[in-house]
Each structure stands twice: as C-alpha cells, then as structure tokens.
C-alpha cells in the first residue's frame, strides 16, 4: 500500500456504537451493528433538520469536527485552492440572452453573489430587468436553490420553484413581472417542473407523495389556493416516476411516465388546459420513447422494432397508435441518438458514435437532407438547445472539451452557418496550448475497450510518478463528457493526471454500454473502472498506489465496491453521497427512491438472485477486515436520494475493519442535501476540500 511518506498526525477518530440489528431474506440473516444511524423520523428530518435525534446529530457532529481536525493543516492550501477556482470564475457572468417574442431572457450573476439572477431585455437590446434576484431571496438562508422558472407565454408572469433545505422539496410561486411582487399562490412539496399552457392562466405541475416520490401531475389555475388545484394525472405504480414537459411547438404539454427502462406519454393539448391528458403509446416493459410535434403528426425517437440505440418515427397526431408509425430515420447499432429537436423547418438530434457527440440536421420538406456539425479535437463534449421558440433556422449549441472553456454558438441550419455568441472567461487566465487531452482505450477483462479521458499539463512526467486522479460513475445509462472545468485546473497545475473512465453502465458507446453494466452484469461497471486504474498505471501515466479515486451517488456506490475489490490499487478514495449501503435500501421499499431503482440494479424483496447479485458487491455488505487506501465520504442531511445514514454508517464499518494506518473521514452537511452546498462559491469549497485531501496523502500539498 503506497502512503503518506511521513506520518500523519491525527486526533483520536470517534467510534460509533455497535448495535447489532439481525434480519433475514431469503434464508440469509443479515447483520447490521449502525442501523441506529437512521433516525426513526427520517422523513420529517427532511423537512426540518432541527428535529434529528440528538445522539445522532451528536455523532455526526463528532465525525464532522475529526474530519476538520484531521485536514486542519490542509486549511491554508484549502484557501489557496478555493482563491484559485473564484479567480478562475468571471463573478459578473451571464448567459447568452434566448429570444422569446419581444424579450430575450437570460440569467446572470453579480460580483460577490452566490446565486443567480433571472432577467430579460427588449429582443433588439435595451434596458434590463431583474426577474429574481437569487441573492436577495437567499438572504438568512442557510440553504437556497432555484428549481425551474417559466415564463408564461404573455410575459406577465414568472412561475418558479424554490428548495430551501437541501431535500429536494420545491415550492412554485408566481411573479407579476410588473410590480416585481410574489401573487399569493403557493404550491408546496412540488418536484420543481413548471410548464404553463398557452393561455397564461393555468400551469402544470408534479407533486410528491408522503415518501417523496413524484407521482401525482396537478393542475393549477393562477389565483386559487393550491389545495383547489386539479389532479390531472396519478401514477399507480410506485416504481414509475412522472414528469412534465412541452413540445417544441409549445402546442402540446407533456406527461411522462418512467422508470429507467420503460416510458409512457400523455399529451394535453395547451390551447386547452382543461381537456384530459391523451395517451400516446401505452407502456411497454422495456419500450422507451420520447414525443415531438410537427404540424399533424408526432415525432417519436424509440427503442421499438429492436432499436437498441434508438430510431426516429412519425405518426398522425390523430391517431398516433403504434400501427401507424412510419420510420424516418433508421436504427444504426453503435449510433446512439440522445436528444431529437423538431422546429418548424428543421429536425435536429443530437446523436453519439465511438464515444464522441454530434448535431444533425434533418431539413424538412418534400426532399429531406442531412448534414452535421464538425469538431476536431480528439475528446470533446456537446450540448444543444432547442430554446423558447419554434419559428426558427437558429439552433444554439455549447461545446468545449477538457483544455478548451466552454463555447455557445448560434447555428443557423438554413446557411449552415455558426456564430460564436461567448466564450467561456477565466479572468485569471488559462492557455488551453499549456495542457495535453487525450482519448486512451484501456483493455477490459473481456476483451472489451473502455474509454478514458485523460487532461495533464505539459511537462508533467510520464514515468509512473505523477498522482492520478481517475473520475467515474456508470449508471442510469449517464455518460460523462469530456468538458472543461476551471476546477480540476488546481489539480493539473501542481502535477496531477485528471482521467475519466468512460465505464460501462453510462451510454458512451452505445445503449450496449449501459444494459452490460447493470442487474447481472453491473461487475462490468467496477472491472471496467479498476481496468482504466491498471492501464493508465501501465502506460506511465501514474503507479499502482498512486491513484486518487473519486465519484458521487451512484459513482460513490462504485468508489465503495472497488474499495473492496482493488484497495492497493488506490492511494484514496473520495465518495461524495455515496450510494453504498445497497442491499438494506433496496430491501426497504418505503424509501423514496427504492421501487423505481428495481430495473437497474435488481429487486431483491421478490428475487433470490438479485439479492445475492447484490449482496456480492454492495459496498457496505463487503467491508472486510483489510488495509484500506485513504477514504473520505460526503454526506446531506436532507438528501433524500442517497440518505445521510449510507455513508455514515460505511464509514463506521470501514473504521472499525480497516487494518491500515490511513485515513477514514466522514463530512456530513447539516445544512443541505444530494446536490452539496447551494451558493457558487461554497460549492468550491467542497472542491477544495476535495482536492487539499487528494494532495495531502499524495504528499503534494506543498506545489503550486
């Protein structure tokens, strides 16, 4: 196990109580000695912190100030961490202005604010007006984040919703844009999506039930009390999730209903908000589709047809069952196509083969053709929006990749034309010709290839002595693109490698990618993650003991199982909201995320194979008495997806087996939930304090 050159200098760690809880599935007894770290009032929690069991607050209290102690002589390299990531963010920023009628909205930030603003301006330029002031609504707050905010299509009104706790809890309000003042309605316990119909009276939106879980779409008329709003649509099925949505014609608002494999979609048309949902395509276990509009008929991107990585179909928006559906654009096994925009004159999809993103434009009419947008660099990441309007050549795309800051482009599709509309700025100045990106391609165990994304300064040795830090995650079917982060800059700058392992269980190559690496194949997703480990340590790039480890929610379940699996591997892990304790949560179906996650990783209440295949890996289950590398783990209080009680108690378990001298550390935020710290700038500084762990054991807290 390669450390720490020196000894490190710690206080005493705090020891958790061993209550030994027995429970018994499927002939197995299961043996929990932390179960008491999950508070009896859990649910209650979220809504108050205050009401936490004071034995508990007092051990994660005592977990906290050991952690502060054990890093206090990073406090000075903390701060010059936390100097370096602010220099590097233009504070007075603002977004490219989306125009939308007369207007043209845009967000933007003050020097020395935390939160964002919400304007707009007359299209042709002139005066702003400040919509919300984030920094203002925040103000003796411990915690603030904006959700979503929408507009109505009259441009009087502005309705948005507000987390004040961390736990993911969102009220909608709504705004007079004219006298700048909040009307009286207030809808509570919503999942933040707003969408307004077309007569700007009448919005749309999702509430939770009791266990948090989205299930139930609500109609809401501007000016009535919340508890007189219409139920439009409920989901009886606790493993599905709802959401709601527009079309890009802003004629029809959308439902969905989801879990991570199968899709159902209603349409309600916005000229009558009154009229009832209508059923596109009834659900069908493993059918997932996604719903357009153009003119008289629906465009629907599907898996259908043995479509793996997805076509494009149109069907009469009269009778869009699946019998009249008609191909337009063609399955390609290994072209994953991701996101499909229709406007008036144009289709554009944003689609991924060998792991690298493109545009498509699809022009409409009697004589389709295509093009593509071009990149060059050999790793980059893209992104694209539709923004508000239909009537449009102007698509908006983002692209930047691991040494170029982000670019925003206006495309017009008609003359095949970008303009450059902003430049990502680093006010402390950034040379991208100062750092090398690569795309490498490490063996898998079974022959297969992973993608890793590699960023390092010029100069740095290629000789095996330079620390690592390898970044991944692997779930859901997410994949990671290779962009730019003024952050990781800090790291690169005093000798570190940044990677990513683009493993399997994301969509980088492919829907294959994914369905490899979840149920019965999710081992891949952890040999894939240590492969790119043992590959870049081969090629020079680092050494074995010299990796720094990191990922969060569901990465942090991987940060756990290859904890287990390769501990010498690994100089630290960093696991923020990790998702470790996987068996007990996925026996416990009144959690909020639990139904809905059966389809990834397996249901083992009714399946004595899936539990064992579980059980095999999770995290907390495997921690065996072993030297362990370096450990830090975050946590929310409020975090209602990855509660704070799974890395508290994977931390107590880990410290009381581990037989090496490294450190074991648990941070748990008393004020916030999955997503960290609200404001810009106390999110660097978990950052930083991310980065002065990984530079402290790789004995690098002294470079610059």
Known sequence: MHGLNRPISRPLPPVAQR????????????????????????????????????????????????????????????????????????????????????????????????????????RGGGPEQVLIDGNREAEGKAYWQLGAAAHSPDHKLMAYAVDDKGSELFAVRIRDLATGNDLPDLIPDTRSAIVWSRDSTTLFYVRLDANQRPLFVYRHRVGTPADQDVLVYEEKDNGF?????????????????????????????????????????????????AVEHHGERLIITTNSGGAEDFRICEAPVAAPQMANWREI???????????????????????????????????????????????????????????????????????????????????????????LRKTQEVPSGHNPADYVTRRLHAPAPDGETVPVSVLYRKGTPLDGTAPLFLYGYGSYG??????????????????????????????????????????????????????????????????????????????GMLMGVVANMAPELFLGIIADVPFVDVLN?????????????????????????????????SPYDNVARKAYPHIFAYGGLTDPRVTYWEPAKWIARLRHMNTSRNLILLKTNMEAGHGGASGRFEALKEIALDYAFALKIADKTGEA
């Not at 439902?255 to 395509?281: F, K, M, N």
């Not at 795309?397 to 495309?411: C, G, H, K, W």
């Open 19 to 122: 209550r030994p809880k027995f429970l018994v599935h499927h002939g197995v007894e299961l043996v929990d000695e932390y179960a008491w770290l999950r508070a009896d009032n859990w649910q209650d929690v979220m809504r108050d912190p205050g009401v936490l069991d004071a034995e508990i607050r007092a051990y994660l209290e005592a977990e906290n100030a050991y952690t502060e102690a054990a890093l206090g002589e990073t406090a000075a390299l903390q701060d010059a961490l936390f100097a370096e990531m602010k220099a590097r963010i233009k504070e007075d920023d603002s977004s490219v202005p989306a125009p939308d009628g007369a207007f043209a909205y845009f967000s933007s930030y003050v020097t020395g604010g935390q939160y964002p603003r919400l304007c707009r301006q007359p």
């Open 478 to 555: 997410i994949s990671i693109p290779a962009s730019f982060s003024t952050s990781r800059l800090s790291l690169v700058d005093r000798g570190f490698i940044f990677a990513i392992a683009h493993i399997r269980g994301g969509k980088d190559k492919g829907y294959r990618w994914y369905t490899q690496g979840k149920l019965e194949r999710k081992l891949n997703t952890f040999t894939d993650f240590i492969a790119a480990g043992e590959y870049l340590a081969r090629e020079g790039y680092t050494s074995r003991g010299r990796i720094v480890a990191n990922g969060g929610s569901a990465g």
């Open 329 to 419: 654009i063609p399955h390609k096994p290994g072209r994953l196509i991701i996101e499909t925009i229709a406007f008036m004159g144009h289709l554009v999809r944003l689609e991924r083969e060998d792991g690298l993103p493109r545009i498509v434009i699809r022009r409409l009419g009697d004589t389709p053709s295509e093009h593509s947008i071009a990149f060059d660099e050999e790793a980059y990441a893209l992104g694209m929006s539709g923004g508000y309007e239909f009537e449009t050549t102007t698509l908006r795309f983002t692209y930047s990749s691991m040494t170029t800051p982000a670019q925003v482009f206006d495309y017009d599709m008609e003359a095949r034309t970008r303009v």
């Open 241 to 289: 999730y709802v959401g709601v949505g527009q079309t890009q014609s802003g004629r029809f608002i959308t439902i969905d209903a989801h879990d991570h494999q199968t899709t159902e979609v209603y349409l309600i048309d916005a000229d009558r908000p009154d009229s009832a949902p209508r059923l596109v395509v009834a659900r069908e276990h493993g059918h997932e589709y």
């Open 585 to 617: 949560t996925m026996l416990d179906g009144s959690l909020p995320l639990t139904p809905p996650e059966w389809p990834e990783w397996g249901n083992p209440i009714t399946s004595k194979a899936e539990f064992d295949i579980i059980r095999s890996y």
